[in-house]
């Protein structure tokens, strides 16, 4: 084992897993405020990516803006699914809501199918592909942005819910959302805001990582899902975990794609996840939590 | 009359409309799109005792319905056994699987099990495409052979459609034997309040797990009757798309009606023969029925039918006392 190609490993690790943590950190929202897992939470990461793409194409915007304006629609899609589709079933049993996200979820892709086609598109990196050698190991400046892009965004949102009155006051449905609302909260609209900060945080997510992985209509499943196991590892419910879970997991994904098998590669993420809910359901950094009735 | 008289007539009706349906639509074509479609049902009989009746839900049952269909297609045509192992160890290898991935993700709290199965899903699928030596990869696994039982192969397409048309109708008997027994009382009471239950004894997480598996089984015994059918299979029918489409045809059939489901099996295995444009907008379709069905229609097509029912009675009632 040498060491470039272990930091190799560890660059394209730490990238991937960046749009993992912050899909992780989208479910992390949800959950916190509503108790449903979002399973549109992948489609989210995969809009974000694909309206850059097209923005870029169909208004010919420079890239900063395509992304921005991406982000905003996704933005809206978050809001129109949680007015359209979550607030009717308000109240429904649990089973319901899944099904509700599911089919949400089903829904987006099939448009983005019909808008789209079936095709792969790339994005361009956002400042030239011209590798940078870090230890003989190549390192894209693409790889750059989303490193700092997802701190940023985690800074942000750490300012976010310690420091406004919007996110302490989100903090505290996540808490008890009846006490919240005798407080005077008003949980319905914490509720639409949580789904549009998801939103947001996953097309962000998925337009700085697509001029490295490409896009397409069907990428949500499979971010969907690894940004979960990236909540479990990370114990759901804890944001910062799950973003850290995010990373473990890109990580160990690239060395296992690196040392083992890359035909197996999408396979570790769901054996990790399996292995962790049989060993350690509350997460690698979560506390074992009492549910009282 | 009971409810379970009730089902077992309404068992034996549509048996007997399975029986006849071939009589009625005297072609070929219509005879695959039956026998389709009694395999799908059997596959939604189990997905709605999971969904309806234990409150879970799978989005990995295609992967079961596949890896019956390989395991049962592998040790038939490449390994020469007779076809009645190879299905046999088909349908044990889907219901071992369910095990092992429902022993930990059913005892947590929440829809783990949804999570753990869309993986699974997943996984499979890689597998069944990048395993070429064993599954022949994503071009398929052709040759497989047609079943035989007792020396007899089953050639003819209206025996092979009978013999699915029966195994619906068993696997339809065991559930609502399960729905009447015990377990469906307990099932119940862990679907109204799983703490009342666990106080009452009902030991939850088993419970869950044995339906599971049941589902499991029975979408293994509808993968290995597929496979043997068509003799030839191939990733793409295994997909993540399948497993959506089998809630779909659960939920808008009706979670908690058994009957229901099975209409929606049909109904939603016939749509893409009427519907041309249906490849296209099949996605959209799905994605807007489940959403739909769930702000209007929880419970389903049946449900609807139940509360159409129920306002006429009404109505005619007080027109009467009127």
Redesign the interface.
Known sequence: MNISSLLQYLISGLTTGSTYGLAALGFTIIFNSTGI?N?AQGEFVMLGGMFSVFFMKWFGLPIAWAVLLAALATMIAGALIERL?IR??KG?????L???T??????????A??VWGKDTYALPAFSGDKPIAVLGAAMMPQSLWVLGVSLAMLAALKAFFSHTIQGKAMLACSFDRKAASLMGIGVERMVLLSFMISALIGAVGGAILAPITLTSFDVG??LG?KG??ACILGGLGNPFGAALGGLVLGVLESLGAGYLSS??K??F???L??AL??VR?QGLFGRKSV?R? | MDSFRKNLLGLAALMALLAVAPLLLGNDYYLTVLTLSAINAIIVVGLNLL?GHA???S?GHGAFYGLAAYTSAILTATLGLPVFLGGLAGVLCAGVVALA?GI??LK?????L???T???G??VY??FN?AVGLTGGPSGFTGIPRLSLAGMELTSDLGYYYLCAGCLGLVILVALNLIDSRTGRALRALHTSE?AAQAVGVDIARYKLAVFVLSALYAGLAGVLYAHYLTFIAPASFG?LYS?EL?VMV?LGGMSSIFGSVAGAFFLTALPEFLRAFE????????????VC??FL?EGLAGGVRAVRARLFRRAKGAGDA
Do not use: W
Request: no cysteine; aromatic share 12%; hydrophobic share 70%.
């Open positions: 897992i399973f589709a009717p079933v429904a049993s649990p089973i319901n899944v099904i509700v599911i089919g949400v979820s089903i829904f987006i892709r099939g448009l199918m019909l499943v499979l899902l979960f196991a035909a197996y999408d396979a993420a769901f054996i996840l399996l809910l049989f359901p549910k009735v | 969904l409150g879970q839900i989005l991935i930990p993700t947590l709290h929440g829809h783990y949804a999570m753990a869309l993986g699974f997943l996984i890689i597998v990048e703490k993540f959506v809630i939920v296209n907008i099949e996605i959209l379709l799905f994605g807007a029925i489940l959403i769930m702000i929880p």
